[in-house]
């Protein structure tokens, strides 16, 4: 059946008196359509270790399985550093635009100004020499925070070291510092995805490869408690995954979650490869028959920040009808579960009742189809209007582009380097086409529970870690004891 839009707004009328985040925020007030408050959780002693160590000016490396909080961590850190250095010195960055996006920073790439970052340390000094906004930021940085780092080469790492101490030689008390006496808070899993190795032969693949990976940090910490997961039949499985292990109750646990039957609506198919994605996508659109809502991106900057935009999680054209699987793209109440992640499915489309008017003409530049507003029944029962949200590419402090968005996109399927960093209720993945090391362990990672896993095309020989990173985990925990036995013995 096809909605007007007159009957679409009639019937949501009649559903917002049972949505209660809605009549909450429509009774404060008119213009704040998501939830507004995103209250904060409780950090644990480690995460607080952590915070303690940065607020002493420590350069530190946060590592840990998926869901041990490294990135909602970074959110409280970022505000730290704001605090020390004042926010025009804190530059937040990542590794892809997706992880840059959800902290509202920028990659690593862009903020160094090294373009691809294939050539060597000396050209790509020149380079940056040569582009004043880069030249002056690394100048102008105390603090830099450098997330998804499992996909930053060793040799890439090693070079923005040696642009840093170049540029920065002239500081008083930074001669000769790694990094140039840069503050860096870096955080990151190997165990998920590598680096994207264009060039052949390039021996330093990963970050800790770098000879300057010691040196950078004081401190290098794995957060240990699993927040994403409390099953702990499913931490078991994931944690062996994620080493590349299994044991028979493992395979015994996956061969379970294994179906041929087409998964249900609700669940996020998971794919290795982005055409299959998008075809998935557009035939369960299509299959709808249902009007299409169209809403188009608002951006502003300048390039080549704007460019940047596209790289992040907002698309540039989101088209939604009633019925659409969705995908929450920004945690709008964490608390109440409505994070990142969180999945739903297209009610209705409505007009916002905003008497101010402040908000109408934003929508109407957005919407094509007028001042309508998607309204999402969560799979945790929620019932939401949901509002724009704002991305932002940063320079330091300055906001140098903006994205506005509905922050949904569609979710019957996903690729697995866009899911990474996601949390999921129910998700489905056709392992057929996995390439490389950690995609397995990604793509399971990012399920809560046991009975929202559901597999095909499922070939153990696809779990693999590799050596190189196991070394460095067993070397990490290996300095771990000994700090602890060299402080047993400073006790007796
Ligand atoms: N101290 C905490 N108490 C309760 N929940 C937490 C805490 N820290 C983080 N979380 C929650 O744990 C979940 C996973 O956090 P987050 O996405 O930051 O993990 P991550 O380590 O970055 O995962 P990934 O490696 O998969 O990106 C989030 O829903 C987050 O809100």
Same mark, same amino acid.
């Given at each position: 059946?096809?909605?007007?839009?007159?009957?679409?707004?009639?019937?949501?009328?009649?559903?917002?008196?049972?949505?209660?985040?809605?009549?909450?925020?429509?009774?404060?007030?008119?213009?704040?359509?998501?939830?507004?408050?995103?209250?904060?959780?409780?950090?644990?002693?480690?995460?607080?270790?952590?915070?303690?160590?940065?607020?002493?000016?420590?350069?530190?490396?946060?590592?840990?399985?998926? @869901?041990?909080?490294?990135?909602?961590?970074?959110?409280?850190?970022?505000?730290?550093?704001?605090?020390?250095? @004042?926010?025009?010195?804190?530059?937040?960055?990542?590794?892809?635009?997706?992880?840059?996006?959800?902290?509202?920073?920028?990659?690593?790439?862009?903020?160094?100004?090294? +373009?691809?970052?294939?050539?060597?340390?000396?050209?790509?000094?020149?380079?940056?020499?040569?582009?004043?906004?880069?030249?002056?930021?690394?100048?102008?940085?105390? =603090?830099?925070?450098?997330?998804?780092?499992?996909?930053?080469?060793?040799?890439?790492?090693?070079?923005?070291?040696?642009?840093?101490?170049?540029?920065?030689?002239?500081?008083?008390? #930074?001669?000769?510092?790694?990094? +140039?006496?840069?503050?860096?808070?870096?955080?990151?899993?190997?165990?998920?995805?590598?680096?994207?190795?264009?060039?052949?032969?390039?021996?330093?693949?990963? =970050?800790?490869?770098?000879?300057?990976?010691?040196?950078?940090?004081?401190?290098?910490?794995?957060?240990?408690?699993?927040?994403?997961?409390?099953?702990?039949?499913?931490?078991?499985?994931?944690? @062996?995954?994620?080493?590349?292990?299994?044991?028979?109750?493992?395979?015994?646990?996956?061969?379970?979650? #294994?179906?041929?039957?087409?998964?249900? /609506?609700?669940?996020?198919?998971?794919?290795?490869?982005?055409?299959?994605?998008?075809?998935?996508?557009?035939?369960?659109?299509?299959?709808?028959?249902?009007?299409?809502?169209?809403?188009?991106?608002?951006?502003?900057?300048?390039?080549?920040?704007?460019?940047?935009?596209?790289?992040?999680? =907002?698309?540039?054209?989101?088209?939604?009808?009633?019925?659409?699987?969705?995908?929450?793209?920004?945690?709008? $109440?964490?608390?109440? @579960?409505?994070?990142?992640?969180?999945?739903?499915?297209?009610?209705?489309?409505?007009?916002?009742?905003?008497?101010?008017?402040?908000?109408?003409?934003?929508?109407? $530049?957005? #919407?094509?189809?007028?001042?309508?507003?998607?309204?999402?029944?969560?799979?945790?029962?929620?019932?939401?209007?949901? +509002?724009?949200?704002?991305?932002?590419?940063?320079?330091?402090?300055?906001?140098?582009?903006?994205?506005?968005?509905?922050?949904?996109?569609?979710?019957?399927?996903?690729?697995?380097?866009?899911?990474?960093?996601?949390?999921?209720?129910?998700?489905?993945?056709?392992?057929?086409?996995?390439?490389?090391?950690?995609?397995?362990?990604?793509?399971?990672?990012?399920?809560?529970?046991? $009975?929202?896993?559901?597999?095909?095309?499922?070939?153990?020989?696809?779990?693999?870690?590799?050596?190189?990173?196991?070394?460095?985990?067993?070397?990490?925990?290996?300095?771990?004891?000994?700090?602890?036995?060299? /402080?047993?013995? $400073?006790?007796?």
């Amino acid at each position: 059946m096809k909605l007007s839009l007159h009957t679409a707004t009639t019937a949501y009328r009649f559903l917002s008196s049972k949505a209660t985040c809605w009549s909450q925020a429509s009774a404060k007030s008119k213009v704040k359509l998501t939830t507004p408050k995103k209250p904060r959780v409780k950090l644990t002693d480690q995460q607080n270790q952590i915070l303690e160590a940065i607020s002493n000016g420590n350069s530190v490396f946060i590592t840990g399985s998926a @869901g041990t909080g490294k990135t909602y961590l970074l959110q409280d850190i970022i505000t730290k550093l704001r605090k020390i250095h @004042g926010k025009s010195r804190v530059f937040v960055t990542a590794s892809t635009g997706v992880a840059a996006c959800s902290l509202n920073g920028q990659t690593l790439h862009s903020f160094a100004g090294i +373009g691809l970052g294939d050539a060597s340390a000396v050209d790509l000094l020149s380079r940056v020499t040569l582009d004043k906004r880069a030249y002056r930021r690394w100048n102008k940085v105390r =603090a830099l925070v450098i997330d998804e780092i499992s996909m930053i080469s060793g040799e890439v790492f090693d070079n923005l070291e040696f642009i840093a101490r170049s540029i920065r030689s002239d500081e008083v008390g #930074c001669e000769d510092k790694s990094w +140039g006496g840069i503050q860096l808070v870096v955080s990151g899993d190997f165990f998920q995805l590598p680096p994207v190795i264009n060039k052949k032969g390039q021996n330093k693949e990963f =970050a800790f490869e770098a000879e300057c990976w010691n040196a950078s940090f004081d401190m290098q910490i794995e957060l240990k408690t699993i927040f994403r997961q409390s099953d702990a039949q499913l931490i078991k499985l994931l944690q @062996g995954i994620r080493k590349g292990k299994y044991d028979s109750e493992d395979l015994q646990l996956l061969d379970q979650c #294994c179906s041929e039957v087409e998964p249900d /609506a609700s669940a996020v198919q998971l794919y290795p490869r982005i055409e299959d994605v998008s075809r998935v996508n557009a035939d369960r659109l299509d299959r709808l028959d249902e009007v299409l809502y169209h809403y188009q991106a608002l951006d502003s900057g300048k390039d080549p920040w704007k460019k940047q935009l596209k790289n992040g999680i =907002a698309p540039e054209l989101l088209k939604l009808c009633v019925g659409a699987r969705v995908l929450l793209t920004k945690n709008i $109440d964490v608390i109440g @579960g409505l994070v990142n992640g969180a999945t739903g499915t297209i009610l209705d489309f409505a007009v916002v009742q905003d008497t101010h008017k402040l908000y109408d003409h934003e929508i109407s $530049d957005i #919407c094509i189809n007028g001042n309508l507003l998607p309204v999402v029944k969560f799979d945790s029962g929620q019932e939401l209007m949901i +509002g724009l949200e704002k991305w932002y590419v940063m320079d330091g402090d300055e906001a140098v582009a903006m994205r506005k968005q509905i922050p949904l996109m569609l979710a019957w399927a996903l690729s697995i380097h866009k899911c990474q960093g996601m949390t999921l209720n129910n998700l489905h993945t056709d392992l057929y086409r996995v390439f490389g090391f950690g995609m397995v362990y990604v793509a399971l990672s990012r399920v809560k529970s046991l $009975d929202g896993l559901h597999l095909v095309n499922f070939n153990p020989s696809k779990i693999k870690a590799h050596p190189k990173v196991l070394q460095f985990y067993q070397r990490l925990s290996d300095e771990k004891d000994e700090l602890k036995e060299d /402080a047993v013995s $400073d006790e007796i």
